[in-house]
């Protein structure tokens, strides 16, 4: 068990979360009750998590999209409402980090997609491990295009999208970013990478990568954005001693 604020305290810590400049609340969202016994987290925090935290009596629940994200309406009513309700109802608290999730060297969605593929991390193209988004490494042997598809299913229980470079060989770097990254393709091309993996595409990826001769791979955003927040969440368990439980709500995107 674990008092809720000395919970978030030691996230806010762990993840340096103040060091981002995001779009989004990074931290406690909600309050709810001051005693932790049970973490349910999941990717995002729909009402079917939501109503799984209920289910499982969770204490608190943990995701890396949250809520109150810059430029969206500020009145709480309509889909906003039944969540928040579903929250307050039920004395749940709200732990939400985006950006500072993805960075972590350690726990964050980067360093777990890479982790999970087998790369050899190098670093990162846009800062320092724990800063930068862009992430740079190699495969344990260079790869053709279709291999890593391969792998990237595998791994994620999901087909990714793959565009070719019209005359880019075997993959001896890659560099990835999870979530919508896509507009990161050129700055992965500069840094050397034979081929880019983000959550998303946009109709202009598929003629930068054809253009930029770099491989091009989208695994969506919610399959490479799964693992951050288990990462976190057994992080809990083992410094505080609470339950966590995973929950997968699918999403095709």
């Known amino acids: 068990m674990a008092n809720r604020d000395t919970l978030v305290a030691a996230c806010q810590r762990e993840l340096v979360a103040e060091r981002f400049k995001d779009y989004t609340v990074n931290g406690l969202q909600v ?35 949250g809520y109150f994200w810059k430029n969206e309406p500020v009145a709480i009513t309509g889909m ?4 928040l309700q579903t929250l307050l109802a039920h004395d749940i608290s709200l732990l939400a980090y985006h950006l500072p999730l993805d960075a972590h060297a350690a726990l964050g969605n980067n360093a777990e997609l890479g982790r999970r593929l ?33 792998r990237l299913a595998d791994s994620l229980d999901r087909e990714p999208l793959l565009v070719e470079a019209p005359t880019r060989g075997r993959i001896r770097r890659v560099a990835w970013c999870t979530g919508g990254a896509q507009d990161m393709i050129a700055a992965a091309a500069e840094a050397g990478a034979d081929a880019f993996i983000s959550g998303e595409i946009s109709e202009r990826t598929t003629h930068l990568a054809r253009e930029l001769d770099i491989h091009y791979l989208c695994a969506g955003h919610h399959a490479t954005e799964r693992y951050g927040v288990q990462a976190l969440g057994e992080w809990l368990v083992g410094e505080f001693g609470v339950e966590h439980r995973f929950v997968d709500i699918d999403n095709p995107a």
Do not use: M, N, Y
């Not at 009750?33 to 799984?52: F, H, I, K």
């Not at 906003?80 to 969540?83: D, E, I, M, P």
């Not at 670093?123 to 279709?146: N, Q, R, T, V």
């Open 80 to 83: 906003k409402r039944r969540r």
């Open 118 to 150: 087998g790369f050899i991390a190098e670093g990162c193209a846009d800062g320092e491990p724990g800063e930068g988004l862009l992430w740079l490494g190699a495969p344990e042997g260079p790869l053709s295009a279709a291999e890593l598809a391969a």
């Open 31 to 65: 309050e709810g009750r001051e005693e932790v016994r049970r973490v349910l987290s999941g990717v995002t925090a729909c009402q079917a998590l939501l109503d799984e935290a209920v289910a499982w009596q969770a204490d608190l629940v943990l995701v890396h999209h």
